[in-house]
């Protein structure tokens, strides 16, 4: 005989918010006790929703169940398994086992806390190669720790020679961007005008390690001397120019390669630079100068004319040096013709350019 259900299906539809489905019934989680078929603990299960009549008087039984259901009852066989009672000797020794195991882990949470975090020795270590920013950040700490010591005046510190980009490049070991070293090179300049008296043994050693290894400042030139004839030797070059020129205290006269400077610089441009530093100091009647020049044009021969003779002059009468270098008679001028690139016309120069 069916056995009757009290399970309202409007209680149960309002309990699930949807229409009465058996995926519903499936789907609740079932808490039941132990050795219960599951037919009647799903009754018992929902004995609190109707707790009286139906609302709407309608009933359903074990046939009225969906065959999902039916099969779900029939594989239900086998009663939930109980946990046995422990015994009291069973109980103590897993008692001691939980104290055993809360010490250890008690242990294991001291020595986590007394474990410190590692810091890297250096702050660039998680990068590729930390040379340079290592040299950086030990450059600004020294500049830290000493910029309220008195500073001179740029022109008062004494030059040096820092190491080059390439040099710093071989040194560091990467690739270091032209930008970047001249941070170094602000630093390490801003560190040499601190006053001498005051300077910091922390800081000489830092600064060391950036010379050259070979100062250029401290090679002292041969000094120039006037042999016994009253003469004085200057060398000049210019573009593909050398000139090596001697001058003596007579009338004013030039000769160039044994010609006179109307003959060898038919140009009155040529003939005013290669005199250029006797007229700029006012010295043209007051010396001779014998000339031999090899290579290049007559501009470069020219010019590089200019250069030997204010050696030669700067010799005879060392207090010109000031004048000559504002009449632009003592640096050599470097430029040169920029060459030729193929497709081009000329250096830069490119061909006109054709549709078709």
């Known amino acids: 005989m069916a056995s009757k259900l009290p399970i309202s299906v409007s209680r149960l539809t309002s309990r699930y918010k949807s229409s009465f489905h058996p995926l519903h019934l499936l789907s609740r989680p079932l808490r039941p006790s132990a050795k219960t078929p599951l037919l009647q603990r799903f009754a018992t299960s929902h004995t609190s929703i109707n707790d009286g009549p139906a609302a709407d008087g309608i009933e359903f039984s074990e046939e009225t169940l969906t065959p999902a259901i039916q099969d779900l009852i029939a594989e239900d066989t086998e009663p939930f398994e109980t946990a046995e009672p422990q015994s009291s000797a069973s109980s103590h020794n897993e008692a001691e086992l939980d104290i055993d195991d809360e010490d250890d882990m ?27 920013t290592d040299d950086l950040l030990t450059l600004q700490d020294l500049l830290r720790k000493h910029q309220t010591l008195p500073a001179i005046p740029p022109s008062q510190a004494s030059r040096v020679a820092w190491r080059t980009l390439p040099q710093y490049r071989v040194m560091a070991g990467e690739p270091v961007r032209a930008s970047k070293y001249h941070k170094i090179i602000e630093i390490l300049q801003r560190l040499n005008r601190i006053h001498p008296a005051l300077m910091p043994a922390d800081v000489v050693s830092a600064m060391d390690h950036y010379r050259r290894d070979v100062d250029p400042f401290a090679v002292v030139r041969r000094p120039q001397i006037i042999d016994a004839d009253g003469r004085s030797f200057g060398n000049g070059r210019r573009k593909a120019s050398t000139a090596n020129v001697y001058l003596v205290e007579g ?21 005013e630079s290669a ?56 640096t050599r001028d470097p430029r040169r013709v920029e060459r030729k690139k193929p497709g ?5 120069k490119m061909p006109a350019w054709v549709k078709r």
């Open 106 to 132: 008690d242990g294991e949470d001291s020595n986590s806390q007394g474990l410190a975090r590692i810091v890297p020795a250096s702050p660039s270590y998680f990068t590729g190669k930390p040379h340079f």
């Open 251 to 271: 009338e004013g006269e030039v000769l160039v390669n044994g010609r006179s400077l109307v003959r060898a610089f038919p140009r009155l441009h040529d003939r």
């Open 344 to 348: 081009h016309v000329k250096a830069r």
């Open 275 to 330: 005199i250029w530093a006797l007229k700029a100091t006012g010295r043209i009647d007051k010396y001779n100068v014998w000339a031999v020049v090899r290579g290049g044009g007559l501009t470069g021969q020219a010019e590089s004319i200019t250069l030997a003779v204010a050696k030669a002059l700067m010799v005879h009468e060392p207090a010109l040096k000031p004048a000559l270098r504002r009449a632009g008679c003592v």
